[in-house]
């Protein structure tokens, strides 16, 4: 089965409004997790590393204060995309690091309407 | 800024031949690299990874990976139709240690054909 699980797999949520995403590390801790995103027909960009107990650390040019990142545990990290608009709809995908293989969660579907 | 480079494609393979896909990385000091592929809608799954200069079979799929040449790729051998997919490159700074995002390519779509 999964070992990093992602939830929910899909959502639609309406324009202006807040969509958390977990990402949950389930067979082993996980104190570093990645957050990606993956526009239509474009690859997988890096947006941020989540670390446990400390502050996420940003890829040049994504909005901190828009993409909420916590890892309170060492199995859990969400992502939080605040004041949603249309151009945030993509596919949204978390990590584990090299320790684990840089296994990939099942992904998220952001439609914002 | 680190960059990876793989040709879109579409690239068509015969099912049962050998599908030869390349991928060069602009960071000398990259120390880990990875295929990946991804089928429509899903998230992408690890097929191999390499971390030094030669060859590494493993099954069907043989990732070769020269450093001086900044360059990696993958072999499929006897290629099935359940092989099309798009395959990404991605490539870490660091080997071990977890601190260090992937970096991908755009991905080759690969279509094998009965």
């Known amino acids: 089965g999964a070992v990093v699980s992602q939830h929910p797999s899909r959502v639609i949520c309406k324009s202006g409004t807040s969509v958390k995403i977990e990402c949950r590390s389930l067979?082993?801790?996980?104190?570093?997790m990645f957050w990606y995103r993956q526009f239509p027909k474009q690859s997988l960009m890096l947006m941020a590393t989540?670390?446990?107990?400390?502050?996420?650390?940003?890829e040049q040019g994504v909005e901190k204060d828009k993409f909420l990142i916590n890892h309170a545990s060492l199995t859990l990290s969400t992502l939080t995309v605040t004041s949603a608009h249309p151009e945030d709809s993509s596919f949204y995908i978390c990590?584990?690091?090299?320790?684990?293989?840089?296994?990939f969660g099942s992904g998220t579907r952001l439609t914002v309407v | 800024q680190k960059e990876v480079e793989q040709n879109s494609g579409p690239l068509s393979v015969p099912e049962g031949a050998i599908a030869s896909l390349n991928c060069t990385y602009s960071d000398r000091v990259s120390q880990s690299f990875f295929w990946y592929r991804q089928y429509s809608g899903k998230s992408p799954e690890l097929i191999m990874s390499i971390y030094s200069n030669g060859d590494k079979e493993d099954g069907r799929f043989t990732a070769q990976l020269n450093k001086a040449s900044q360059y990696v790729s993958l072999l499929i051998r006897d290629s099935q139709p359940s092989d099309s997919a798009t395959y990404l490159c991605a490539v870490s700074g660091q080997s071990g240690g977890g601190a260090d995002g992937l970096t991908f390519g755009k991905g080759t779509h690969l279509i094998i054909q009965p």
């Open positions: 067979d082993f801790q996980a104190t570093t």
């Open positions: 990590s584990r690091g090299a320790a684990y293989g840089y296994t």
């Open positions: 989540s670390n446990e107990g400390s502050k996420a650390t940003y």
